[in-house]
C-alpha cells in the first residue's frame, strides 16, 4: 500500500456514498493542471456508511461515469478510510528509513488495536534530519480487507490501482496545495460527505490527528423527511439551497452542535499530548455538506473560531473545458479527495 508517493497523468476515482467522483490532472509541465472532472449521484442505499452492499450496481455506475466522460485509463488512485484506518504519530528510535521499515511491524503492535496478521502498515518519518535520538513518525495502519474489497471492486470494473492513499492524507494531499498559508499553527479541515464528517486535525501543516464524524448531508435530509414530512427530493433541495430554509434552522443547529462537539473534542484530545499545542485557530469545512446553509455559521458561534469554505481548485491550475456542463460552485466542495487523489504522481 503506497501513502506517500510523488506519469503524465492521474485519474483519482473516489467512490463515496452520495456521488462518484473523477478527475484527472495532468502533471507533465511540472505544476499540477486539474483537465477533466466528472460525477454522479451513488443509486440509494447501494453504498451504506461505507461499505459497498451492492458491488454490481456500484460497479456499473462507476463504469458508466467513465464512459460518459471518456476516461479510457485502466489504473486509477483510490482511497480506503473510517474506522478500519489508523493513524497515529509515534516516536522511534532515530534510524534510517530502510531499518524503520524493518522494524516497523513491531513498533505497530503497540499501538494498533488490529491483528497484525491481517493489516496493511506503512509510515513517514516526519523529521528525517533531526539529530536527536528520538524520531516522529506518522504511522498508518489500514485492515487487509478494507484494501482486498476496494481492489476486487475495482477488478469488477476492468480497473487497477496504482496507488491506494489514505482518504485523511488525499484531504490534506489537496488541501496543502490550495492553502499553503494555513500550514501554520493548529487548524482543522472539516470534510462533510453524504454519510460522514472526516476531520484532520493539522499542526504546522501535519496532520496529527483524524477522526470520522457519523454526520452528514443525509442525516439533515432524513431530519426534514421524519419530523416535517418532506419527500425525499424536497428535503434535498433544502439542504443543498441557497439561503436558509426556516424548516431547516433548527436541524442545522442540532447537527451543527453535533459536529462542533466532535471538533472540540478532537482538539481537546491533541491537547492533553505531552507536547506544547496552540489552540486550534480556524476550522476550514468542504465537502458537499459545507455547502448547507448556516452550518458555517453555527461552527464559528460554537467553536469561536474563524469557519471557512476550502475549495479544491483555489490554487489549482484548471485547463479549458475542465468542467464543461458542470458548475463550478456546486461541485467543487465535493472534489477536495479524488483531487488530492489526483495529485499523487505514480513513480
Do not use: C
Not at 478510510?81 to 516516536?91: A, E, L, S, W, Y
Not at 487487509?144 to 481492489?151: D, N, Q
Not at 496552540?278 to 458561534?301: E, F, I, K, Q
Amino acid at each position: 500500500m503506497a501513502l506517500f508517493p510523488r506519469s503524465r497523468s492521474t485519474v483519482g476515482l473516489d467512490i463515496g456514498s452520495g456521488y462518484i467522483k473523477a478527475v484527472i490532472i495532468n502533471h507533465a509541465s511540472g505544476q499540477p493542471v486539474l483537465e477533466k472532472v466528472a460525477l454522479s449521484r451513488v443509486p440509494d442505499d447501494a453504498i451504506v456508511e461505507g461499505e459497498v452492499m451492492d458491488p454490481t450496481v456500484v460497479a456499473n455506475a462507476v463504469r458508466t461515469l467513465l464512459t460518459d466522460a471518456q476516461i479510457k485509463a485502466k489504473e486509477v488512485v483510490v482511497a480506503v478510510g473510517g474506522r478500519d484506518v489508523i493513524i497515529k504519530k509515534i516516536q522511534m528510535d532515530r534510524m534510517k528509513e530502510a531499518e524503520a521499515r524493518e522494524v516497523i511491524r513491531w513498533e505497530a503492535d503497540q499501538h494498533v488495536p488490529f491483528d497484525p496478521e491481517n493489516v496493511e502498515l506503512d509510515f513517514q518519518i516526519l523529521d528525517p534530519d533531526g539529530d536527536g535520538l528520538q524520531m516522529q513518525v506518522l504511522l498508518v495502519a489500514a485492515k487487509r480487507e478494507l484494501v482486498e474489497s476496494k481492489l476486487t471492486l475495482l477488478a469488477e470494473i476492468g480497473l487497477d490501482a496504482s496507488i491506494i492513499d489514505v482518504e485523511a492524507f488525499a484531504l490534506h494531499n489537496a488541501f496543502e496545495r490550495n492553502y499553503p498559508d494555513a500550514m501554520r499553527g493548529v487548524v482543522a479541515l472539516a470534510n462533510v460527505g453524504h454519510e460522514t464528517t472526516t476531520v484532520n486535525l493539522l499542526e504546522d501543516g501535519v496532520p496529527v490527528l483524524t477522526r470520522d464524524l457519523p454526520i452528514g448531508v443525509r442525516r439533515l435530509r432524513e431530519d426534514l423527511q421524519r419530523e416535517r414530512g418532506m419527500a425525499s427530493e424536497a428535503a434535498d433541495r433544502v439542504v443543498r439551497g441557497s439561503d436558509l430554509d426556516p424548516a431547516l434552522a433548527p436541524h442545522v443547529a442540532s447537527r451543527g452542535g453535533e459536529l462542533a462537539l466532535g471538533i472540540e473534542r478532537a482538539a481537546a484530545f491533541l491537547q492533553t499530548s505531552n507536547r506544547p499545542v496552540g489552540s486550534l485557530a480556524r476550522v476550514y469545512l468542504t465537502g458537499g455538506g459545507s455547502r448547507v446553509p448556516g452550518l458555517a455559521g453555527v461552527l464559528a458561534d460554537r467553536l469561536r473560531v474563524p469557519v471557512t469554505q476550502a475549495h479544491p481548485v483555489e490554487r489549482l491550475d484548471v485547463a479549458p473545458g475542465a468542467f464543461d456542463g458542470i458548475n463550478v460552485d456546486e461541485v467543487s466542495p465535493l472534489l477536495m479527495l479524488p483531487v488530492g487523489l489526483a495529485l499523487r504522481t505514480i513513480a
